[in-house]
């Protein structure tokens, strides 16, 4: 058929396969889940069911070893993306922007949102239970459709109005900040732990 494609919408996604990186995180999550007293105050006056750096602590890779790890390792990750989406980076290179803990509870979720001001967001899943939350993407065209039928039930992904991931532990998922998003309810028995981060130019 005579089809072009435009306007495309791409998410990375990779395993990092590093067990022992991995175990040191869950320990290092953990344990700022429970020492963490202004980001669990945090938590609680926002409703966040769990726990999250994102409000508390912005120096976790000189906080800890396994986090200074991680964030070399993203660095390969995010330059590889960065060059597949052909962004013009004028000489620059992007930069670690912010990167925090999330240890999402059962039950709990994470509304849909953008990460302004940032290039690539992207996040590591330390452990992911049975049953755990899904990383959910909604199609960027959505407020402008009208009346554009909605797609039908047996339609693939790039043709969907919105796109569910399912992670694994020690993966990273990488997209474009603007591109919206939200973490569906976390319907496992136990926490589901993963490190977010942003990158800008």
């Known amino acids: 058929m005579p089809i072009t494609r435009h306007f495309v919408s791409e998410i990375y996604r990779e395993s990092i396969g590093e067990a022992d990186l991995n175990a040191d995180l869950l320990d290092a999550s953990k344990m700022l ?74 039950g709990g979720s994470h509304t849909g949102h953008i990460h302004p001001h940032c290039v690539m967001s992207g996040t590591y899943y330390v452990r992911v239970p049975d049953g755990a939350s899904s990383l959910k993407f909604e199609d960027p065209r959505l407020a402008m459709m009208m009346a554009a039928p909605a797609p039908r039930e047996d339609a693939d992904d790039e043709h969907r109005r919105f796109v569910y991931v399912a992670p694994r532990a020690g993966e990273v998922l990488l997209w474009e900040s603007w591109l919206r998003h939200e973490v569906t309810v976390n319907r496992a028995t136990t926490p589901r732990i993963s490190i977010s981060f942003n990158y800008r130019v």
């Open 33 to 106: 889940a429970k020492e963490d007293k202004a980001g669990r105050a945090w938590c609680r006056e926002h409703g966040y069911q769990g726990y999250t750096s994102y409000a508390s602590l912005n120096d976790l890779p000189q906080r800890a070893t396994c986090f200074d790890q991680l964030v070399r390792v993203l660095k390969t990750h995010t330059e590889t993306f960065a060059a597949h989406l052909q962004m013009d980076l004028r000489g620059k290179r992007l930069k670690l922007d912010s990167l925090w803990v999330n240890v999402l509870e059962p």
